[in-house]
């Protein structure tokens, strides 16, 4: 069985491997520059654990799972634009636009949407076309203009002080949208390929809304009360900039107590399938909530 | 039979239909308003016109058509940003950052990308999922980091002088990843949803390989000699960014020789499918150049 560290190696060893470099080099340097930098892997770890979970293949799955990671990575690197988050740091180093330039950190960005689907088309192994076309259109489903983009677009709005909604209903909406959206699409994907059926892949993405739900309390919380060399990236942009978070809009406390409640449900959700994966993955999230 | 107006007339339809607006209406309303902007939509109408000389549905070319445009249309916002081309208007109209936003020009761009492969798969009745897996494909290696991006990378370095291969060849690159890759992508779909032997798949793509370099010195001639009004564009932008064109590498003249030659080849190549759209097409790109 594999634990939460050898699967973020197979992801490690994976994106490297898919991500070659050719002419025109920058772009592909600049793409795997984002990717390779060391993160937690979450998004793929928790498809790739899904997968195994339900019977599924781990070689069947690595492509989908590493594509997902690059989805994550290319709105990262579009966050970090200076006319988006403008930030000059990620995962602890200068940020994609401050090493690349800001034209091919938008082009590696844009590169990268298209090559997680070409992935998943050339290097996913034994799948059926029709797998594939479900896997493809859970995909754009969740990280385009309905899911991952539209969360964004709410939060944008949000700084502008431009609410169409409440700002409790907006918050939801951003948070769902921004962060458990990808989440959503790991474990659906994974339960996808081990041919999970509908309710079991509806339990999954039911867990995947909670946890990310938590996992966005959790970066809200994170923002207020950590430093720097903790967190890797600029600290404290939220309240400078007004932002609409958890912490602001309900304080420090209930955002603790809603963390909470909604990480204990994970793990009553995923209590039966017994993963050493999934548990360490809230208890790693939890320890360090409640520990401040 | 469908002449070029009412094909041109079905993609804006098609286009409008494909594309609602629905919460946060901000990021739909900046995709739907570069696509909406009246356009020659050469590449859908050449996919159409493709599957119909071959046998094909026009219905079931439709979203595939369209989705081609909204890839370019995605090219065509994220080029005008400040960071990459900084040019503030588009068909006539001011480009989509100046209406929008920089942040959500940067979404809208990222969004069409994935909506383009959505409406494919939801919108194409009757394509087996093999047939959708391949034009999925040839998407994604056509408008990614191997085509439509790596054009895009090598012209923004040949601004810079940062030339790895020959000006001769490097321009070549562009011409072809830039701009030939999107016909070629229209042509090789519309065959593909036709059911065309590969042998007539490879002739269409050669018409359009040809097509596409015709089509972009066309594009640096004009930019050399045309008004603002003709063009609806900001035109001298090459000249004064000492950008690699065809005329600045080969002069006027020689650009003009290329053009023709490459035009009579494209007629040579479409002649027995006596096609009115595609003869329509050459001869109203011929006519402006042999009038200047």
Known sequence: MNGMNELIELVDKYLDKYMGITYPEDIFKSMK????????????VMCLETSRLLG????????SACA??????QSLIHDDLPCMDNDDFRRGQPSNHKVFGEATAVLAGDALITYAIQTIIEKSE????????????????FAGAYGLIAGQVADIESEGGKLVKSPEETLDFIHLNKTA????????????????????????????????????????????????????????????????????????????????????????????YDST????????????????
């Not at 520059?33 to 998004?43: A, E, Q, V, W």
């Not at 599924?56 to 492509?63: E, V, Y």
């Open 33 to 44: 520059y984002t990717l390779s930098l060391p993160g937690k892997r979450l998004r793929p």
């Open 56 to 63: 599924g293949d781990i070689a069947k799955t690595l492509p």
């Open 68 to 73: 997902i990671e690059m989805l994550h990575v």
């Open 126 to 141: 034994g799948l059926s076309d029709s797998q594939l076309v479900r896997i493809i259109h859970e995909y754009t489903k």
């Open 181 to 272: 959206v990808l989440f959503r699409l790991a474990v659906r994907v994974g339960a996808i390929i081990a041919n999970a059926g509908e309710n079991v892949i509806e339990e999954f993405d039911n867990f995947a809304k909670k946890f990310g739900l938590a996992f966005q309390i959790y970066d809200d919380i994170m923002d207020e009360i950590s430093s720097f060399s903790e967190l890797g990236k600029t600290v404290g942009k939220d309240k400078l900039s007004g932002k609409l978070t958890y912490v602001s809009l309900y304080g420090l406390n209930e955002a603790k107590n809603k963390f909470n409640s909604l990480t204990r449900e994970c793990y009553d959700i995923i209590e039966k």
């Open 277 to 292: 994966v999934f548990r360490d993955i809230l208890t790693k999230l939890s320890g360090k909530i409640g520990s401040c």
